[in-house]
């Protein structure tokens, strides 16, 4: 299996831009999480599914963030406009029982 | 509500000494327990979990971890670093019971480790 797939790797877009980060899970794996990593926050849970449907978007900023699971094999999250403030990598994991499968990770650059 | 501590944000070692990785949690249950590491510019890796009544869990690279509940402790070890392990390393607990383990992290530790 080729693990949690992310893309972009690297995104830099500017203040005020729409900007969509992709996942795909592993293929079986019922749970999807999205997680933002900062220096000064940490890793932070944003959102997570359970057989696709939003189970707890707590932690999601504000109304400018926004993730759906349209299907098992594909998530999105995206930030409508974006921010400098939210300048950070995010991570796609997908878990098998209690142990999460971790992507790469986008690093969003918001100039 | 759960949370996680860990006790020093860089721990330096020497290669060939012993690594402790301090992690503190709280829960209002009992726990699952992880430890993952990420590499630069990488994503996080599982290095071993606590999930049942071994407190002693051995994870990947040698690692290994004492569950303490009378502590609420659950740090990490290795005998002997080697150059490769110098990484981050998350402490992080989840709630048992359901089907959703999310995660809750500490801020993690800088592992360096000096030839």
């Known amino acids: 299996d080729a693990g949690v797939i992310q893309s972009p790797r690297h995104e830099v877009t500017e203040m005020g831009q729409e900007v969509t980060l992709r996942c795909k899970p592993i293929s079986g794996h019922n749970s999807l999480f999205w997680y933002r990593q900062t220096m000064m926050r940490g890793l932070e849970l944003l959102i997570y599914?359970?057989?696709?449907?939003?189970?707890?978007d707590s932690g999601m900023p504000e109304d400018r963030f926004s993730a759906k699971m349209p299907n098992a094999s594909f998530s999105t999250l995206k930030i409508q406009p974006s921010e400098p403030r939210d300048s950070a990598v995010y991570f796609c994991?997908?878990?098998?029982?209690?142990?999460?499968?971790f992507g790469q990770g986008t690093r969003l650059t918001v100039v | 509500a759960q949370s996680v501590t860990q006790l020093g944000s860089h721990v330096s070692v020497s290669e060939g000494a012993l690594v402790l990785l301090r992690c503190n949690y709280s829960?209002?249950?009992?726990?699952?327990l992880f430890w993952y590491v990420q590499y630069p510019n990488q994503g996080l890796q599982l290095l071993l979990k606590y999930t049942s009544a071994a407190t002693l869990v051995k994870g990947i690279n040698g690692f290994e971890a004492e569950f303490k509940k009378s502590e609420t402790s659950f740090h990490l070890t290795k005998p002997s670093a080697h150059m490769s392990d110098a990484a981050e390393y998350f402490c992080?607990?989840?709630?048992?019971?359901?089907?959703?383990?999310?995660?809750?992290f500490g801020k993690g530790t800088l592992l360096t480790v000096n030839p």
């Open positions: 829960s209002s249950v009992p726990p699952y």
């Open positions: 599914f359970n057989n696709n449907v939003p189970i707890d």
């Open positions: 992080a607990v989840s709630a048992r019971g359901g089907s959703n383990y999310k995660l809750t």
């Open positions: 994991a997908s878990n098998k029982g209690t142990e999460a499968f």
